[in-house]
């Protein structure tokens, strides 16, 4: 649901994704504030017009729940993370998968991707898993330019950027 921070008054529910009570993952607003992305436990994501409610694009392609959603700083692309141990990169316009980004072969419980997030300049993004590791991505090409370990085995559930990059 998009409510009114103000008033409390529900603008929009937003139907479409299972109608499990605890369905939608995560949500975000696109840099404008024009759209809005939710991820969600039933396999895909969806691009929502913020004013009206109504659903632009289904984001469907990964094979288990989606985690995570963002949108790029441009607001052209949106990020998705997977526990199906993948990440994949879409346009915004078309709702067209441009990327899918494997952060791990051997995909189990432990190795999904638990978020999502793009660099201040929208050229790289950082993905992070259940395995303790992070890796960071060329968002132009999909390509991994570098892997990071965790100094303990567990959950790296975020990997935000500094402002700077």
């Known amino acids: 649901k998009l409510w009114d921070a103000a008033s409390g008054e529900c603008l929009h529910a937003l139907e479409g994704?299972?109608?499990?009570?605890w369905a939608v993952k995560s949500a975000a607003f696109s840099p404008d504030g024009q759209q809005v992305v939710t991820a969600s436990h039933d396999g895909t994501a969806k691009l929502w017009d913020a004013a009206s409610g109504e659903c632009l694009h289904t984001l469907e392609g990964h094979e288990d729940w989606v985690t995570s959603a963002v949108f790029s700083p441009d607001g052209q692309q949106v990020a998705t993370g997977s526990n199906d141990a993948t990440a994949k990169l879409w346009d915004t316009a078309f709702g067209e998968c441009l990327h899918t980004l494997v952060h791990s072969f051997c995909p189990d419980r432990h190795d999904c991707v638990k978020s999502v997030a793009f660099s201040p300049d929208g050229r790289q993004v950082a993905t992070t898993s259940g395995d303790g590791t992070a890796k960071l991505w060329d968002a132009i090409s999909g390509k991994c330019l570098r892997r990071f370990s965790s100094c303990y085995s567990g959950f790296?559930?975020?990997?935000?950027f500094s402002a700077i990059g």
Do not use: I, M, Y
Not at 17 to 21: N, P
Not at 156 to 160: A, M, N, W
């Open 156 to 160: 790296v559930f975020q990997g935000p």
């Open 17 to 21: 994704h299972d109608d499990l009570e």
